[in-house]
């Protein structure tokens, strides 16, 4: 029995399609894409006339917090966010209780993705041993349990030499060295940008350099290797340059933002609620336009989430003791979206950005809807204006710093591997394995 | 002209007109405090919480002879170290004050926010009594009252701070207020204490001293920080006071009726000798005589006093 989305505007960068299409599919992976596909007597039908059809969203960029931290998040509810966010796989980082980086780990977050998850679960191992940048994970056997990339997210490596036999021996295992890029000496306990806010609030301020310093030493380390290299969560003017010039070389290099680098500046932060509270922090406006500059021109190849759920009380509390991070699986598409409707970035480009970019940059499957591709699609009404209401989220976590702002834009089913996981507000079954072929 | 506000948290958003209600306020405290019977009746039956999670000595004694004078009820809260060392959050700790129901809670925190963060949950008055490296209001509204009272106004004085001005809510406080007023700000001090974006503060910024002090009317310096400072921002007090240190030499450079002031505590010798700190020059008790004014000022208009 074929399942096919019939009448739907398909936005597919990877195959260069911008138009109405019809997609067949058979069981979890799509057979074929074409302008009219003839539909007989024993397919199911889903008319999507009227809609956006996009290739399942990826974020390879968020925090699940299990094992160790489920009063934050846990497997299940994270991919329950990722679902109605429109995600169909996520990449997830290392830094657990405890860390992944052994394959035990790693074969236990597979198994919980495996009976709670909604979506695709990708583990991200560690680079170091409990991310203490001292000696390297067992970085071969977490390739073989399954990690598609090593990071030593949140825990810099500070150590360049560490960094460069990370990547050498990644490399061998055929693995994307994923760099949380700050200088730690600099950024020196810092916890909003140093700009002409921090001056007014006084408040420990992060230069932008504390970032660039190590996107720069990232890319040499790079070239050295020549390793495969993601830069995670870029949020600067001469990160953004700096990427370009990467891939100006001719370095397997790429780059990933985040909604709040693109949406938000550190004018937040005067109001001393943690919610804008992040690492990177948030930016200068003039931040923020290379951002979206960077996201157009496709010098970015991901947009990210960087979905880090905390506790209530971990954020409110004084600012500098306030915990890093922000959620966004539930708000990212509408954010991204924004930047098309409102400041005139190709809508081709945010797709590339949550789709085929992400997928290029990990060599993880889906991104595209080609015949023989994964079933992972996002139908979006892209006329519906929605308010951002944290209380209605999936995730476990309210931090969420848009919360009462209007978006456009609603993903209204989240289809993975050819079954409807989500579907007018709702999450429609148990986990994605038993999630049913809906019309 | 009255101050009508909930909470005094920052110097920031003041209006010009704000500070100088609060200062003819404070004008007419001074004489209480003069008098034999050092007290009014203003605050008869409202109750202050000072909450100090940072040690002060002379900070918390003005407030409380403030308030004493006024004859409000008068609580000390004292603990140091941050919410998270000390087991109990600053949430906590605000809400089980609240629901003791005082009038007004002055705080000083470790952490810039901290007073903002009280105020917003709170339904008591907010005096920041400092908190972190933002503001510290009353600070600057006691230096505002001193300098007014030597100088007669603001509008085009040179103002020169001299020190640790990045880690300093003293300055920042002054600098905003200063600013308001029509006065024009210097500051000095090596770059490594220099606010990196200066161009927001509205101020003029130099590493050399006598340039700074050049037709001064008045100099600030600053107590140099050292609890603040996680990597060293000079190599040694012998040359930080060579080269950035108040004397009576290089103070010849300011005008001749130039006033010396300083927040206190005092590295005699560093920022500034002792010569000049014990000199004619100096109104640093006048600072102290003015903190208890102003600070019964701004408690006695945050609980519903009229400006004077």
Redesign the interface.
């Known amino acids: 029995m074929r399942l096919i989305v019939k009448g739907a505007h398909l936005v597919d960068p990877a195959q260069g399609i911008d138009g109405v299409r019809d997609v067949a599919v058979n069981g979890s992976t799509v057979i074929e894409v074409a302008e009219n596909i003839e539909t007989s007597s024993g397919d199911m039908v889903l008319d999507a006339r009227g809609l956006h059809l996009f290739p399942g969203l990826i974020d390879i960029h968020v925090h699940f917090r299990e094992p160790g931290q489920e009063y934050k998040e846990t497997i299940a509810s994270g991919s329950r966010a990722a679902a109605a966010g429109g995600f169909t796989a996520v990449a997830v980082m290392p830094n657990t209780n405890p860390v992944n980086d052994n394959a035990e780990i790693t074969r236990f977050i597979l198994e919980q993705a495996h009976v709670a998850g909604m979506c695709r679960v990708y583990p991200v191992g560690a680079i170091s041993k409990e991310l203490k940048g001292e000696d390297l994970a067992s970085i071969g056997e977490l390739a073989d349990a399954g990690c598609i990339a090593v990071t030593d997210d949140g825990m810099p490596v500070s150590s360049s030499m560490l960094m460069r036999r990370g990547m050498e021996y990644a490399k061998g295992f055929n693995l994307t060295v994923i760099s949380h890029c700050e200088d730690m000496s600099l950024a020196a306990g810092g916890c909003m940008n140093e700009g002409e806010v921090s001056a007014l609030l006084g408040l420990p301020a992060i230069p932008a350099e504390a970032e660039e310093v190590m996107v720069a030493r990232d890319i040499m380390l790079s070239r050295l290797t020549g390793a495969r290299l993601h830069l995670a969560h870029l949020s600067t003017i001469g990160s953004v340059e700096l990427l370009r010039l990467a891939k100006g070389y001719g370095l397997n290099v790429t780059g990933e933002t985040a909604p709040h680098y693109f949406t938000l500046t550190d004018e937040k932060v005067r109001t001393f609620d943690a919610v804008y509270k992040m690492n990177p922090p948030l930016r200068s406006a003039h931040d923020m336009e290379a951002v979206r500059a960077g996201i157009q021109d496709g010098s970015l190849d991901a947009i990210a989430t960087d979905h880090a759920p905390h506790a209530g009380d971990e954020k409110e509390c004084e600012f500098e003791a306030a915990m890093n991070g922000v959620i966004g699986l539930e708000t990212s598409l509408a954010l991204a979206l924004k930047l098309h409707f409102d400041h005139g970035v190709d809508l081709n480009r945010i797709v590339a950005a949550l789709t085929c970019g992400p997928a290029a940059a990990l060599g993880i499957p889906g991104g595209t809807l080609g015949p023989r591709k994964l079933a992972d699609m996002t139908l979006v009404d892209m006329n519906e204006k929605w308010v951002v209401t944290p209380e209605t989220f999936y995730s476990k976590a309210r931090n969420c710093p848009f919360a009462g702002m209007e978006l456009r834009g609603r993903v209204v089913r989240t289809i993975t591997a050819g079954r409807t996981v989500y579907k007018d507000g709702s999450i429609t079954a148990v986990n994605m394995g038993t999630a049913e072929i809906l019309p | 002209m009255g101050f009508v506000a909930k909470d005094l948290i920052a110097i920031?958003p003041l209006e010009a007109a704000d500070i100088i209600a609060i200062l003819d306020t404070a004008e007419g405290f001074l004489d209480v405090s003069r008098r034999d019977v050092k007290k009014v009746p203003a605050l008869r039956g409202k109750t202050v919480v000072n909450l100090f999670f940072e040690p002060s000595t002379r900070t918390r004694v003005s407030f409380e002879i403030a308030e004493k004078r006024l004859s409000a009820d008068t609580i000390n809260f004292s603990s140091t170290g941050?919410?998270?060392s000390k087991g109990e959050?600053?949430?906590d700790t605000v809400k089980n004050i609240e629901a003791m129901a005082p009038d007004i809670l002055v705080i000083r925190?470790p952490?810039?926010?901290?007073a903002?963060?009280v105020a917003d949950r709170t339904s008591a008055a907010v005096i920041n009594a400092g908190d972190?490296?933002?503001?510290h209001p009353t600070q600057a509204l006691l230096d505002l009252m001193t300098i007014r009272q030597k100088k007669g106004g603001f509008d085009g004085l040179k103002v020169t701070i001299v020190g640790d001005i990045a880690n300093s809510?003293v300055a920042?406080s002054n600098i905003f207020g200063l600013n308001k007023l029509g006065a024009k700000v210097t500051l000095c001090g090596p770059g490594t204490m220099l606010?990196?974006?200066?161009?927001?503060?509205g101020v003029e910024v130099t590493s050399r001293l006598e340039a700074a002090l050049e037709g001064a009317d008045v100099v600030m310096a600053l107590r140099i920080q050292k609890e603040r400072q996680?990597?060293p921002t000079f190599p040694s007090d012998r040359e930080y006071a060579k080269y950035f240190g108040l004397n009576s030499q290089v103070i010849d450079l300011c005008e001749p009726d130039v006033i010396i002031m300083h927040p206190g505590p005092v590295n005699r010798g560093v920022e500034i000798s002792s010569n000049l700190l014990d000199g004619s020059r100096s109104v640093v008790l006048g600072q102290v005589e003015n903190g208890v004014a102003v600070r019964m000022a701004v408690v006695y208009l945050l609980a519903g006093g009229v400006a004077q």
């Open positions: 920031e941050s919410s998270t959050t600053l949430l925190h952490a810039a926010g901290a903002q963060f972190g490296r933002h503001e809510r920042r606010p990196n974006k200066h161009e927001a503060l996680s990597t």
